[in-house]
């Protein structure tokens, strides 16, 4: 087991009801809000409206920047960190989904500074001061919530990256499984692939920790429980609880905890997917994970037979692990092959070019440029 240092600074809020206390909330930061949202789900359920009355009934003066749309891009970023830095605000308040979580933190990284947002991504500029991030979250996934990550794509350098700041853990996340409901059933399903693909990371990340095996191992479990019976009862709460908890869990730190690291070269790969043919980011998981197992077979198929049998509760090698794998995306209505998805035209060479642009690899399992070919070629 390897030393650790850790401190997660975020507040959670977690149940129905908890946005009761947003605007008390709000009130210890300031007065001036950047109120970030996407596209349209949050007007059409009518959670816009609660979130306006909440923060008028506290005394706040509330700017807005709407659009974030999913796989976000640095214009939105910048375009939102104008508004915030011409009206002063104090702080920046996300409703939405791990985009609009992840923008959110970026534009308070790039309020208080004169340099465009991207040099953050770019290595240029490391972050030294930022507005407070709150967060109301809408659909469980990334784990952005209790996180210091945030993921935008930039298609002018053709890159989808991340950045990671002490900076950008959001102060205050409200999660109330309530504002879960209204999630379509891909979106749902691509949630509960991408809190387990989460765990696999840290499964087969360098390092060893047998505490860390087993609480990803539960989280999975728990993701496998609650994870198929939510997809045919889109209403029921408590499986939306138990989801939301389960996603938050998978990223927060604590999977990885006494191990050097995760490995993250499908979430790398994935993020190809997303940057050039907009495939949500759950879906491009479910797409490379069977994939990238299938390559690393021979150096990590221990740890495959392992994850698998510790999902099926059966004895599998590592064969047999991957199809289960791949099977139990399917039943989630997952793709697996990128031709499951309705991509026009999708390209191989196109691919393997974002990926060596984006210098794609893994933190453990090394993706050597010259497996890109292959491993597109197991997906495609
Ligand atoms: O834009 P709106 O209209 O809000 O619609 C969204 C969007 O179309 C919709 N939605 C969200 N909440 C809803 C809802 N629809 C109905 N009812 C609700 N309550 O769902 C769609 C997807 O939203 P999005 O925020 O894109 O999904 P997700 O939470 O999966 O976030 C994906 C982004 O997070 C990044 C991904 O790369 C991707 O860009 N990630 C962030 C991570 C992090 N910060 O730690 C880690 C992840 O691995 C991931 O990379
Ligand atoms: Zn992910």
């Given at each position: 087991?390897?030393?650790?240092?850790?401190?997660?600074?975020t507040t959670?809020?977690?149940?129905?009801?908890?946005?009761?206390?947003?605007?008390?909330?709000?009130?210890l930061f300031?007065?001036?809000?950047?109120?970030?949202?996407?596209?349209s789900?949050?007007k059409?359920?009518?959670?816009?409206?609660?979130?306006l009355?909440?923060?008028?009934?506290?005394?706040l003066?509330?700017?807005?920047y709407?659009?974030?749309?999913?796989?976000?891009l640095?214009?939105?970023?910048?375009a939102?960190?104008?508004?915030g830095?011409?009206?002063?605000?104090?702080?920046?308040?996300?409703?939405?989904?791990g985009s609009?979580?992840?923008?959110?933190?970026?534009?308070a990284?790039?309020?208080?500074?004169?340099?465009p947002?991207?040099?953050f991504?770019?290595g240029?500029?490391t972050?030294?001061?930022?507005?407070?991030?709150i967060?109301?979250l809408?659909l469980?996934a990334?784990?952005?919530?209790?996180?210091?990550?945030a993921?935008v794509s930039?298609?002018e350098?053709?890159?989808?990256?991340?950045?990671?700041?002490?900076?950008?853990?959001p102060?205050?996340?409200?999660?109330d499984?309530?504002?879960?409901?209204?999630?379509?059933?891909?979106y749902t399903?691509?949630?509960?692939?991408?809190?387990i693909?989460?765990c696999?990371e840290a499964?087969?990340?360098?390092?060893?920790?047998?505490m860390?095996?087993k609480?990803i191992?539960?989280?999975?479990k728990?993701?496998m429980e609650a994870?198929?019976?939510?997809?045919?009862?889109?209403?029921?709460?408590?499986?939306?609880?138990?989801?939301?908890?389960a996603?938050?869990l998978?990223?927060?730190?604590?999977?990885?905890?006494?191990?050097?690291?995760g490995?993250?070269?499908v979430h790398?790969?994935?993020?190809?997917?997303?940057?050039?043919?907009?495939?949500?980011?759950?879906?491009?998981?479910?797409?490379?994970?069977?994939?990238?197992?299938?390559?690393?077979?021979?150096?990590?198929?221990?740890?495959?037979a392992?994850?698998?049998?510790?999902?099926s509760?059966?004895?599998?090698?590592?064969?047999q692990?991957?199809?289960?794998?791949?099977?139990?995306?399917?039943?989630?209505?997952?793709p697996?092959k990128?031709r499951?998805l309705?991509?026009?035209?999708?390209?191989?060479?196109d691919?393997?070019?974002?990926?060596?642009?984006?210098?794609?690899?893994?933190m453990?399992?090394?993706?050597?440029?010259e497996?890109?070919?292959?491993?597109?070629?197991?997906?495609?």
């Amino acid at each position: 087991m390897e030393n650790f240092t850790s401190c997660n600074p975020t507040t959670i809020h977690f149940g129905k009801g908890v946005l009761s206390n947003l605007g008390p909330t709000l009130n210890l930061f300031g007065n001036r809000v950047l109120l970030v949202s996407g596209q349209s789900s949050i007007k059409r359920s009518g959670l816009h409206g609660r979130i306006l009355k909440y923060l008028n009934d506290s005394g706040l003066t509330v700017f807005e920047y709407d659009g974030i749309c999913s796989n976000p891009l640095i214009e939105d970023v910048e375009a939102a960190a104008v508004v915030g830095r011409k009206n002063q605000v104090d702080m920046v308040l996300a409703v939405g989904g791990g985009s609009v979580v992840d923008s959110a933190k970026v534009i308070a990284l790039t309020i208080p500074v004169s340099h465009p947002a991207w040099d953050f991504f770019a290595g240029k500029v490391t972050p030294n001061q930022g507005l407070p991030i709150i967060a109301v979250l809408t659909l469980a996934a990334t784990g952005s919530e209790m996180n210091p990550y945030a993921v935008v794509s930039n298609r002018e350098v053709k890159l989808k990256a991340a950045v990671s700041s002490p900076l950008s853990y959001p102060k205050h996340s409200f999660l109330d499984p309530e504002l879960t409901l209204t999630v379509p059933q891909d979106y749902t399903a691509y949630g509960i692939a991408d809190l387990i693909a989460h765990c696999m990371e840290a499964w087969f990340g360098a390092g060893d920790c047998p505490m860390s095996d087993k609480l990803i191992l539960g989280i999975i479990k728990e993701a496998m429980e609650a994870g198929p019976p939510l997809l045919t009862d889109l209403q029921n709460y408590d499986l939306r609880a138990r989801i939301m908890y389960a996603a938050t869990l998978a990223l927060n730190g604590i999977t990885m905890q006494g191990k050097v690291s995760g490995d993250w070269g499908v979430h790398a790969s994935g993020h190809i997917l997303s940057l050039l043919y907009d495939v949500p980011h759950g879906a491009s998981l479910t797409i490379v994970y069977p994939a990238w197992m299938r390559l690393f077979k021979d150096q990590a198929g221990d740890r495959i037979a392992k994850l698998g049998s510790g999902m099926s509760g059966k004895m599998l090698d590592a064969d047999q692990a991957i199809d289960w794998i791949e099977d139990f995306f399917l039943s989630l209505d997952c793709p697996v092959k990128l031709r499951d998805l309705n991509v026009p035209n999708p390209s191989v060479d196109d691919i393997v070019e974002a990926m060596k642009i984006g210098k794609v690899n893994g933190m453990n399992m090394e993706l050597a440029p010259e497996y890109y070919p292959k491993l597109v070629e197991l997906y495609y």
